[in-house]
């Protein structure tokens, strides 16, 4: 019985074939940008989605692992722990739409969630850091990622971006790094802002009077895509992009790398 149950939690937290998958086309695409084989924009959108997709398996990971830790011991059968993404509530919110919303719009919304049985949360600040755990992800992440662009240390002269027949004098990789870390800062922000659905909400709602979480549960299902058309018909966009671009100036990125790196990925175009 012992090693039944030793063995079911090995499984239970065993990384999945998908998530390892995922780290190969991230690590194949961007040393075939990076040494200029194939065609560099297919390579930049595949090394954008895949690190995307990466970034939300560890987003929705980090929520997990912290809800085990605060009470929730069915997280492990649910999948959660395994990295994969199609083992989210919802495949859809998880993993299509943030996808289909970088296409459309270039910027990084968060997407759907594990289901976490928060009557097993004894604490209100163990539900904040639950909440405050996946977008934490996209802050390190991004930060990480916009170290890397702003390094220098994949500057390659011998191979550099080309769009509409114009050589734009910096390289494809940095591009897609700069572009990459761009929407993991606009998710970070996005996903912090206190609308219902999101991480940010989900941070303040265990301090909310019983009654005004009951006002507000049935908005929840739409907060995501209520932003959407905020960010796309309204001003916001263009704050949401003053903002992160003020992020990416930290770490010595230019927004031009983030344009190009833009371009590359809408391959199509």
Same mark, same amino acid.
């Given at each position: ?21 995922? @780290?190969?086309? /991230? ?8 040494? *200029?084989? *194939?065609?560099?924009?297919? +390579? !930049?959108? /595949? ?25 929730? &011991? ?6 959660? /722990? ?5 083992? %989210? ?9 943030? !996808? ?10 968060? +997407? ?19 909440? =405050? #755990?996946?977008? $934490? ?7 990480? $990622? ?14 550099? #971006?080309?769009? *509409? ?7 494809? $990789?940095? #591009?897609? @790094? ?9 998710? #970070? &922000? $996005?996903? @912090? ?14 301090? @909310?009077? %019983? ?8 908005? =929840? ?15 916001? +966009?263009?704050?949401? &992009?003053? =903002? =992160? ?11 031009? %790398? ?12």
């Amino acid at each position: 019985m012992t090693f039944a149950t030793t063995r079911s939690r090995s499984e239970e937290n065993r990384i999945s074939p998908v998530f390892w998958v995922l @780290l190969a086309v /991230l690590g194949t695409s961007g040393w075939a940008v990076a040494n *200029g084989y *194939g065609n560099a924009r297919f +390579g !930049v959108f /595949l090394f954008v989605v895949a690190g995307w997709v990466v970034s939300l398996s560890l987003h929705e990971y980090a929520h997990a692992r912290t809800a085990l830790h605060g009470g929730d &011991i069915t997280i492990g059968a649910k999948g959660y /722990l395994t990295l994969n993404p199609f083992k %989210y509530t919802h495949a859809l919110l998880s993993v299509i739409l943030p !996808v289909i919303f970088i296409m459309l719009g270039g910027i990084g919304l968060p +997407g759907g969630a594990v289901f976490i049985e928060r009557h097993r949360i004894q604490s209100r600040v163990k539900h904040s850091l639950i909440s =405050a #755990a996946g977008p $934490l992800v996209n802050v390190v992440f991004g930060a990480v $990622l916009l170290a890397l662009a702003g390094s220098g240390w994949f500057d390659n002269p011998d191979v550099t #971006a080309v769009l *509409g027949g114009v050589d734009q004098g910096i390289s494809p $990789l940095p #591009a897609a @790094l700069a572009f990459l870390g761009f929407l993991q800062v606009t998710a #970070a &922000i $996005l996903n @912090l802002l206190p609308v219902p659905g999101l991480d940010g909400y989900g941070i303040v709602e265990p301090w @909310l009077s %019983y009654k005004t979480r009951r006002a507000v549960e049935p908005f =929840a299902p739409y907060g995501m895509l209520a932003l959407f058309v905020v960010i796309w018909q309204t001003q916001a +966009g263009a704050w949401l &992009i003053k =903002a =992160a671009s003020g992020v990416m100036s930290l770490f010595g990125v230019d927004a031009f %790398y983030t344009a190009v790196g833009h371009d590359l990925f809408m391959f199509w175009k």
